[in-house]
């Protein structure tokens, strides 16, 4: 038998062994078979389980087999037996997994990915990079393109765009311009010096692409990243194939195809030129020199017209016309050109014709226009450019004198039926023909491959090469085959997914393995009608300039100019956002790849239900909903609300907010824990970014920079921006709303960017070196005129220890004693223990026998606050508070109380009239009848006696106290207690106090320890006549006393009332630009780590450090600072030693973890006593007053938007 503590208590369980997948395993029987399974690295699907509430058992996909049992179990609600035999992947399980994952696809609406994604040939993401193009986020938009595409540029000129195509926007006014943002950031990145990928180490791999097309450059961009040496040989004198020599100079420049490709030399990429398979290189050579070989030698013959005379001079196709025009070769014009043919290539042969001096070029086409395959503008392109058409044409027969062609005879057509292609098929007109004159015939029909040169292969009744369309395998070991010479002609994007799909495939055999090209199933809204789209406002789609005809047809120079970056960032801005912003974290889509889920197999009504976007940062979507429960149930099992709930049965079964409410509008306090826990996209996070947008976050793991409980969060940024703010899921961790959503300062476009001087009603920026020598000469002015004092510095502790350190330096520099911070209280806890900080840690709140709750911490710590929920599974819980609090719910005995100090003077009363030895007190306790003489006239309660039994009955208490709420006077008392009855100064006993800030505990560590009020008293008296104010706003209420100044100056994020007001604005960066450490409220050091880059260039510390060199501070870098604490700050000496390891460690830093408790041998004191202090102010709590600039600033959104927090 074991006992063991977890949150729930001391519980007794004994070891068991079991077997799963046949592996022993040894555990205990309090966890269920999926514990024990996820413990041991043996994955168990499961939609509905969380470690941080009871089984459920909903989403039936954690079904096990176990030996003797004749029905699946469901392993989050099974505990074992010893002995146990457990199989997790059998037949059985599997089938009832697929099942299970079938009809839960059945009632899920929405789109796993959008549209334009699905419809691209290569699944480019599109909606990711146009979403990080309507952030500003360009850099990381061509990274994402350049995870599938390694031409964006190229492409974004030349792509006939099947992505616009299926584009939703399309049903409110037209089509998002995604090739023209392609090639937006494209071009961007060819000027700025192009993107190179990543390249694993060498795998020692050779392989060798024939074609130097966009299939051949799409393997070898992705086989080199893998780490392969990579050859590619091509028979024209440049790479790029048909983007080279089939597209003209005016629509694609070579110049801008050269560059993209040059990123494959530089990745390692060889590149052969004027080397033909079958005459300069043969098959067996490269089989038996490469480990692999991939031919993608494109469709370079043309189609013939199959009409008598088109063997005679003057007759050429349309894409050997093209590939001479590029190459500048002699090519005999004519003055009247005729091209046959409907689609893109057709014309550029016709636009091409036009700028090499034709005078006539006519397009016959069997059709009509309304059935031309290219593209709309490029058909009303050329006729501005004077191409004639004539439709409903073909040719019957090449007219000439007997060496050259004269005329062109064609047979009028008629429409009759559509055909496969689904456009109606064009019938001869007997007897009805029509002749045109002709210099020049180009067919440009369509193109064939040649196989000549790869005779060894098996081959199509096409001509293209034969392969198994799942791994590109042609019929000789080792050689794959893609792009046109396996499709046939078809457009570049097309060519680059299989020269993607192809490097896949080909990696994995260089490793041994044989795979098939992924074909994923996604859940697709293919009902949607107009009214669907109703809700969305018209806006003007954003075009690219086009040069007007008369200089187009002039000259080969590009035809039209790129967007700018504000019809970009418009233009992007218009995207509807169909794909579901929760694809990169979703585990039901995971679920439906992994187990190849045929999501349209059970079909059946799928619900549809009007959708509320209210809450200003969580988006609900019920038709996304699998009902697993960890919404409501993580609400209520782990914060302790009931925001959330299940209405109705069976099929009707939904997840609402309480009596069917807005969410904003309910108990919610908005911490997001219900979007944590949701396994699909029901509910998200709406990111702090202008565009919502789904893509892959890079994460840094820090610090929230709010209140002082020192929760763990995980920025997720793309770029320079902060997306979202996580809690630490690995520790079950739990953030508030501030921490949770309180990210948008980060990226707000209103952050002071640049300095400003106000001198006589005039402005003027500056650079921050110039303000901050500039501010430095100031403050020196301010000192010699004044003398010391002079100088008043008010910081907000938001800020980090090496931060403070500089600063304190830059005080006693200016030689003044005045600074501190309007988060600032008197320091109570050092008048009575010596030392102004928390006695315990939060882990001990689960190990004592009493927990006194004070002040508002439920409301002003509600992460906190989770963790005296978790304890009161074990630990007598009591709260004291003036006003109704959330935690009066998880509360033993709930003490509301008058707003004086009686009920507190009364307790103190009553234990020492009935549980404290006089004698023994005072060898313990300086002042013991000064304080008995203060709590002598009160009248003892009912309650105030009450609490006092409980208080004393208990032989270890921890008292929790909310620094904002909780008066001066009413935290003496509450330390006078601990004093009076030794329930301080040992494990699992004592005080912790919830600082106001981040950083308040290091703060006052590092010295900055004076109240704002008690400087501000300085300046209304006139002792101080300069005052730096550090992120914290406060004019509003004391306006009258900051005019008695001579100077003020702030460091803020944002414009507030007192930079309004002051003469030199310094902006600043957030927490998430900068690193360094904060000390919590219960003396743990925590490592903050950059998230992002700062915006203004340079973070906090670089600001503070150059001010402290102008004032002749010889600091250099963080590492200097961290030295300099290590020596000077008596509590962080050896910080120097664990700085680059800090998991767990306290300050007082005697040991590699510091101390955890305080006081165990005795007060900070001369006499090791306590000093017991009161004061003579009948306030037990206060309102919470908020002067650091973020903070507000998301009180006042919050207030704004009707949110509780």
């Not at 508070?881 to 100090?901: A, G, M, P, Q, T």
């Amino acid at each position: 038998m074991l006992f063991i503590l977890n949150k729930k208590g001391v519980i007794d369980v004994s070891l068991i062994r079991v077997n799963i997948n046949n592996r022993e395993i040894t555990t205990t029987d309090d966890k269920t078979i999926l514990q024990i399974a996820l413990e041991n690295g043996i994955d168990i699907p499961n939609l509905c389980y969380s470690q941080n509430t009871k089984p459920y058992g909903s989403c039936g996909l954690c079904v096990v087999e176990v030996e003797g049992s004749p029905k699946l179990v469901r392993a989050c609600s099974t505990f074992p037996s010893d002995g146990m035999i457990i199989r997790t992947n059998t037949k059985r399980t599997i089938s009832a997994r697929k099942t299970a994952l079938e009809l839960l696809s059945s009632d899920h609406r929405g789109d796993c990915r959008p549209p334009c994604v699905i419809a691209c040939p290569a699944h480019t993401d599109c909606q990711g990079y146009v979403g990080l193009i309507a952030n500003g986020q360009y850099d990381e938009a061509i990274k994402l393109v350049k995870k599938v595409i390694p031409l964006p540029a190229s492409i974004g000129r030349v792509c006939p765009h099947p992505c616009e195509s299926e584009c939703r926007r399309g049903k409110v006014d037209k089509p998002i311009a995604i090739a023209d943002l392609k090639r937006y950031i494209g071009e961007i990145d060819v000027i700025k010096g192009p993107f190179v990928p990543e390249v694993k180490p060498s795998t020692g791999k050779k392989v060798a692409i024939i074609g130097g097309g966009p299939a051949g450059i799409s393997c070898a961009y992705f086989l080199s990243m893998e780490g392969h040496k990579v050859v590619i040989y091509e028979a024209q004198p440049h790479p790029g194939g048909m983007l080279r020599y089939g597209i003209p100079q005016y629509r694609l420049p070579k110049e801008l195809l050269d560059a993209e490709i040059n990123t494959l030399t530089k990745m390692g990429v060889e590149i052969i030129c004027g080397t033909k398979l079958g005459e300069d290189i043969t098959l067996s050579y490269l089989k038996k020199n490469y480990d692999a070989v991939f031919i993608a030698i494109g469709a370079w013959a043309s189609t013939p017209l199959n009409c008598p005379g088109e063997e005679l001079d003057g007759v050429i196709g349309g894409i050997e016309f093209l590939r001479k025009a590029t190459l500048s070769q002699p090519i005999y014009l004519g003055d009247k050109v005729v091209v046959i043919g409907g689609g893109n290539t057709a014309m550029d042969v016709a636009r091409t014709a036009v700028r090499l001096g034709a005078k006539s070029v006519q397009v016959l086409y069997r059709r009509t226009k309304e059935e031309m395959p290219a593209e709309e503008i490029e058909v009303k392109e050329a006729e501005e450019e004077g191409v004639e058409f004539t439709f409903l044409v073909a040719p019957i027969e090449i007219i000439g004198d007997g060496k050259r062609a004269k005329a062109i005879r064609c047979q009028r057509m008629m429409l009759g039926e559509p055909d496969k292609s689904g456009r109606r098929k064009p019938i001869p007109i007997e007897g009805d023909e029509i002749t045109f004159e002709a210099d020049l015939i180009i067919s440009a029909i369509g193109q064939k491959v040649n196989p000549e040169c790869v005779k060894e292969l098996e081959t199509t009744k096409w001509g293209t090469i034969s392969v198994n369309p799942n791994n590109f395998k042609t019929s000789m070991e080792g050689i794959f085959a893609g792009g046109e010479a396996v499709t046939g002609p078809k457009i570049a994007i097309e060519a680059i997914a299989q020269g993607k799909n192809a490097a896949y495939v080909i990696d994995n055999y260089l490793k041994g393995e044989e795979v098939s090209v992924p074909n994923p199933c996604y859940i697709v809204q293919d009902d949607l009608t107009e009214e669907d789209f109703k809700k969305y406002s018209r806006e003007e789609r954003q075009e690219q300039y086009v040069l007007p005809s008369s200089e187009r047809k002039i000259s080969f120079r590009p035809i039209s100019k790129a967007l700018t970056e504000e019809q970009a960032i418009k233009e992007a801005s218009r995207c509807l956002e169909c794909g579901c912003h929760d694809y990169f974290e979703c585990k039901l889509v995971n679920y439906l790849q992994k187990y190849n889920i045929k999501v349209d197999r059970i079909k059946g009504e799928k619900h549809k239900r009007d959708l509320n976007y209210t809450h200003p940062f969580i988006l609900r979507n019920p038709d996304k909903c699998i009902l697993c429960g960890l919404c409501y149930r993580t609400c209520e099992e782990v914060i302790g609300i009931t925001a959330l709930g299940l209405k109705g049965r069976g099929f009707n079964s939904e997840v609402i907010p309480e009596f069917n409410l807005p969410l904003n509008q309910s108990s919610c306090i908005s911490c997001g824990q219900c979007v944590d826990v949701c396994p699909t996209g029901a509910l998200i996070d709406r990111a702090a970014v202008n565009k919502q947008v789904p893509v892959e976050f890079d994460e840094a793991h820090s610090i929230c920079s709010y209140c002082g409980a020192g929760c763990e969060v995980v920025y997720q940024s793309k770029g320079d921006l902060v997306f979202k703010t996580l809690p630490n899921k690995e520790k079950a961790g739990v953030l508030c709303a501030k921490g949770r959503f309180g990210t948008k300062h980060i990226n707000s476009n209103l952050r002071l960017k640049t300095p400003f001087v106000f001198y006589e009603n005039a402005e003027s920026k500056i650079s921050i070196d110039e303000a901050l020598s500039l501010l430095s000469k100031k403050l020196k002015l301010i000192e010699g005129q004044y003398g010391k004092d002079s100088i008043g510095i008010l910081v907000s502790p938001k800020f980090t220890n090496e931060e403070a350190f500089v600063l304190r330096k830059i005080a006693d520099k200016l030689n003044t004693k005045y600074i501190g911070s309007m988060a600032m209280k008197n320091a109570v806890l050092e008048k009575i223990f010596g030392y102004d900080a928390s006695t315990n840690s939060y882990d001990e709140l689960f190990s004592t026998e009493l927990i006194v709750s004070f002040g508002d911490v439920a409301e002003n710590h509600p992460a906190f606050a989770t963790r005296l929920k978790n304890a009161a599974n074990k630990v007598k819980l009591v709260s004291i508070n003036s006003n109704d609090s959330r935690i009066k719910e998880w509360s033993n005995k709930f003490y509301k109380v008058d707003n004086n100090l009686d009920f507190l003077k009364g307790f103190i009363k009553s234990l020492i009239e009935e549980y404290i030895n006089e004698k023994e007190a005072k060898n313990s306790c300086n002042n013991f009848d000064a304080l008995k003489e203060f709590v002598n006239d009160v009248t003892v309660t009912t309650e105030a006696k009450e609490f006092a039994n409980i208080y004393a009955q208990a032989k270890k208490t921890i008292i929790v106290v909310d620094e904002d709420t909780t008066s001066e006077a009413s935290l003496m008392l509450l330390a006078d207690a601990l004093s009076l009855c030794k329930k301080v100064g040992k494990p699992h006993s004592g005080i912790i106090l919830l600082r106001s800030k981040a950083n308040t505990q290091g703060f006052i560590d590092m010295g900055i320890n004076m109240s704002g009020d008690e400087i501000l008293k300085e300046v209304e008296k006139g002792q101080i006549k300069g005052l730096v104010v550090i992120g914290e706003d406060i004019y509003n209420e004391y306006s009258n006393v900051l005019k008695n100044l001579k100077l003020l100056a702030t460091f803020d994020l944002f414009t507030t009332d007192t930079t309004k007001h002051s003469n030199i604005v310094i902006p600043i960066a957030s927490s998430a630009e900068g690193c360094g450490t904060y000390t919590n409220s219960c003396r743990k050091v925590q490592k903050l780590n950059r998230a992002i880059e700062p915006l203004l260039g340079t973070d906090n510390l670089c600001i503070f450090l150059k001010l402290a060199y102008n004032l002749g501070i010889q600091l250099k870098n963080i590492e200097d600072i961290v030295e300099n604490i290590s020596k000077e700050i008596p509590y962080y000496k050896g910080f120097n030693k664990v700085y680059d390891k800090l998991q767990n460690v306290f300050v007082p830093l005697n040991s590699s973890k510091g101390v955890q408790v305080l006081h165990t041998d005795g007060f900070n004191t001369e006499d090791k006593k306590s000093v017991l202090i009161f004061k003579e102010d009948n306030i037990m709590f206060h309102d919470k007053k908020v002067y650091d600039t973020v903070e507000k600033d998301f009180y006042n959104f919050a207030h704004k938007n009707n949110i509780k927090i």
